[in-house]
């Protein structure tokens, strides 16, 4: 699969040595889409713990949760945080595979960026 880059421009604190602007990639949304697609698919591997026989379509996105749940746990877990009196933050799997990957592919650039850094650094060092 093609990934584009884009230049940017990296300059070390400290040091006042600029370097050349190197590559990172530019994850496209259509890349992004066709991995939750297939993650998707997949659903046996995403089956309620509680509810084996249910497929996990939902995310409860409270800091004391983060639970993962079939729909008939999305009633159940409602109910807890009405009780509670608490507001619910449900999400669908779709969002949070799709916001998981995009913070996975944004990290992947830093980190390719840090790499193309250190190693321009260590040719000027060199020379």
Known sequence: MHTPVR???AQLVGSGLKMEPVETPVWEEQEIREEVTSILENERSLRCHYHLDKPITNFCDQHECILPMCPECVQVHSNY???QRQSMNFKTLDSVLTSVLQNIHQQLGCLQNSQQQASA???EVRR
């Open 7 to 9: 230049s940017l421009g």
């Open 81 to 83: 945080h009405q009780q």
């Open 121 to 123: 650094f260590r040719e």
